[in-house]
């Protein structure tokens, strides 16, 4: 029976004999990753003749990246908001596409004096969107919004743009944050200690003994959504300890609702594979990914885990390149597969994945095992 509602999130094995591949259930594309790129190929076919920018990234995947490339389009920015390409060499009649983690108000209005038609490439994912409006809805409401999420990653910059326009705006990167923000929701640390502590991370007019009575939690939707949620409960008890249960809800505004289902799904996945037996897991995906990233903390939890972004990462059976997320160093691993029969490797991907690299992937660890089963007869089983 074909799950229509993606609620299985049992692993899927394929036992090619002397090696055993064990996929997650959901992996590598979501829909608005998917729109991202369609709309870009679009905007290419539509615009022949003219400049065509990407904001920056189109995704997290240097793969997808450099086939844009190739085809014409051209990056205004990097990932940390560095410029490749001045502001004052686009022009009104130019292509402009906003990538899919979406941009800040400030440079939207920017091109919009310009004369650019922002909106007819925006890629923007909709479940960003859905954050957007939620905080929009909590700043209506007088709540402070909280992000969690990466200071420097383009979403987090775009929700913040976009919530510090509609109310009182603080980042957190993670649980840590967190506590050090509760302190100030407890009024044991002082007002110039928060603008030193949270510095760049606040929207302007900022005041920690006036903000943070009511709150409500959103998130970068590729973050891990467990933290989220953990860190939103460490706010609502905060809350219920200062002001008292009977109250809560004027001091706590609940938000659960606006974490991404892809990341969800993704994650949820490789929960499951954690209850499998495995030799390794390699996970697929851009080096800068943060949602793949979390699903490579996750796997590192019970496995060897190796974190590649495409095949040729696999140099031979007993070579492989990988990258540290936490250093942000590629490292080389030799005898990374283990000398028995069968080896059972966990393979997954991140959401900015093409699902072509993932096959590519295991099609080259599979040609590394003697007399395996045929690619076809495995998938007739399926």
């Known amino acids: 029976m074909k799950d229509l509602r993606k609620q299985d999130f049992t692993p899927t094995v394929l036992d090619f004999g002397p090696v055993q591949f064990i996929l997650a259930r959901h992996f590598g594309f979501c829909y608005g990753v998917e729109n991202a790129i369609e709309i870009s190929y679009r905007a290419l076919e539509e615009s022949k003749g003219k400049n065509v920018y990407l904001l920056s990234q189109m995704i997290h995947n240097q793969e997808v990246n450099n086939d844009l490339e190739s085809r014409g389009i051209k990056f205004i920015l990097d990932t940390d908001g560095s ?10 009649d130019d292509v402009v596409i906003i990538p899919a983690f979406g941009t800040t108000l400030e440079i939207e209005h920017m091109l919009l004096e310009k004369g650019i038609e922002v909106q007819k490439y925006n890629t923007t994912c909709p479940f960003v969107e859905k954050v957007w409006n939620r905080a929009e809805k909590l700043g209506k409401d007088s709540y402070t919004i909280i992000i969690h999420g990466k200071p420097k990653h383009e979403e987090t910059k775009a929700t913040f743009s976009h919530s510090s326009h509609n109310g009182p705006s603080v980042i957190v990167r993670d649980m840590e944050e ?10 044991s640390k002082t007002r110039s200690e928060f603008y030193e502590e949270f ?98 903390e996750l796997c590192e939890r019970k496995f060897p885990t190796f974190f590649i972004n495409s095949d040729s990462e696999i140099k031979s059976r007993s070579e492989i390149h990988h990258f540290n997320y936490p250093t942000k160093e590629k490292r080389i691993t030799r005898e990374f597969l283990p000398d028995k029969k069968p080896v059972n490797i966990i393979l997954t991907s991140g959401a900015s994945c093409p699902d072509t690299l993932v096959d590519r992937v295991l099609i080259k660890l599979l040609s590394y095992f003697d007399d395996p089963k045929s690619m076809e007869s495995v998938l007739k089983e399926y």
């Not at 390409?85 to 686009?90: A, N, Q, R, T």
């Open 83 to 92: 410029q490749f390409i001045s502001w004052d060499k686009v022009h009104q």
């Open 178 to 187: 967190a506590h050090l923000l509760g302190n100030y929701m407890l009024g």
């Open 199 to 296: 510095a760049g991370k606040f929207s302007a007019g900022f005041d920690p003994a006036l903000h943070l009575q009511r709150v409500g939690v959103v998130n970068q939707t590729t973050m891990l959504a467990s933290e989220t949620q953990a860190i939103a409960d460490f706010f609502k008890q905060l809350m219920v300890s200062r002001y008292g249960s009977e109250n809560i809800k004027q001091h706590f505004a609940d938000t659960r609702d606006t974490l991404c289902y892809a990341t969800n799904d993704n994650q949820d996945s490789t929960y499951q594979l954690l209850d499998v037996n495995a030799d390794l897991a390699i996970v697929v995906g851009g080096y800068n990914s943060s949602n793949t990233s979390h699903i490579v």
